[in-house]
Nanobody, 114 residues
Framework: VQLQASGGGLVQPGGSLRLSCATS????????IGWFRQAPGKEREGISC????????DYADSVKGRATVSRDNAKNTVYLQMNSLKPEDTAVYYC????????WGQGTQVTVSS
C-alpha cells in the first residue's frame, strides 16, 4: 500500500494550492481519507476527511471555508483544494487512509510566505 501526497510548494498569502493524494494497493472507495498537517514544533493536526461511502466531508475550524476535499475513486486519488492561504498554513501535509488499518503517505511541504 502506498500513499503519496503531492502538489505542495511555495505560495504567497492569499494564494491557492491543490494537493493530491495518489494511492495504490487499496480500493480507494472502501477507505476514509484524512488530510493532516504538521508545522515545525507542533503536533500533527487533522484538517479534513472524506468518508468512504457517501463522500461526506468534514473540516477543522482552522481551514473551514478555505478547504475542499474531494475524491476520484477511478483515479485512486483524493484532492485537497486550499484557498486563501495564510502563513500559519505552512506545514508538511499528509494523507491517511483508514478502514481497519491506517496507512500514511509521504508528506508534501506547503510554505505560505511573501
Amino acid at each position: 500500500v502506498q500513499l503519496q501526497a503531492s502538489g505542495g510548494g511555495l505560495v504567497q498569502p492569499g494564494g491557492s494550492l491543490r494537493l493530491s493524494c495518489a494511492t495504490s494497493g487499496i480500493t480507494l472507495d472502501y477507505y476514509a481519507i484524512g488530510w493532516f498537517r504538521q508545522a515545525p514544533g507542533k503536533e500533527r493536526e487533522g484538517i479534513s476527511c472524506i468518508s468512504f461511502r457517501h463522500g461526506s466531508t468534514d473540516y477543522a475550524d482552522s481551514v473551514k471555508g478555505r478547504a475542499t476535499v474531494s475524491r476520484d475513486n477511478a483515479k485512486n486519488t483524493v484532492y485537497l483544494q486550499m484557498n486563501s492561504l495564510k502563513p500559519e498554513d505552512t506545514a508538511v501535509y499528509y494523507c491517511n487512509a483508514v478502514k481497519f488499518i491506517s496507512y500514511w503517505g509521504q508528506g508534501t511541504q506547503v510554505t505560505v510566505s511573501s
